[in-house]
């Protein structure tokens, strides 16, 4: 079965930095999964924030985090990294880690062309 277990969410000042886990088990990164990190704040949408291919490391991100946030992987622990810098309070939001398998079709910042989800990790810059 795969699993996805987040972590390293936490209360952060403005302008401050956290580094976001996502170990996932079941699948290996040799394969060419699609990773993805969603935020979901209270009374909004869940949004797409970043993806990557985990067989040739082909990275996406959306608008409002492009060059603040980096998505990256770790291929011999299995895990996904979101390295989130110059926070500001309106990136406080439950992040979610997803996975799809190789061949899904869609735009990676779908939240509905996901298959698997982690339970999540608060994030909260105030």
């Known amino acids: 079965d795969v699993q996805l277990v987040e972590s390293g969410g936490g209360l952060v000042q403005p302008g401050g930095s956290l580094r976001l886990s996502c170990a996932a088990s079941?699948?290996?990164?040799?394969?060419?999964?699609?990773m993805g990190w969603f935020r979901q704040a209270p009374g909004k949408e869940r949004e797409g924030v970043a993806a990557?291919?985990?067989?040739?490391?082909?990275?996406h991100y959306a608008d409002s985090v492009e060059g603040r946030f980096t998505i990256s992987q770790d291929n011999a622990k299995n895990t996904v990294y979101l390295q989130m810098n110059s926070l500001s309070p309106e990136d406080t939001a439950m992040y979610y880690c997803a996975a799809r398998p190789e061949g899904t079709m869609g735009w990676v910042l779908d939240s509905s062309k996901y298959h698997y989800w982690g339970q999540g990790t608060q994030v909260t810059v105030s």
């Open positions: 079941g699948f290996t990164f040799s394969r060419d999964w699609c």
């Open positions: 990557i291919y985990t067989g040739g490391g082909i990275a």
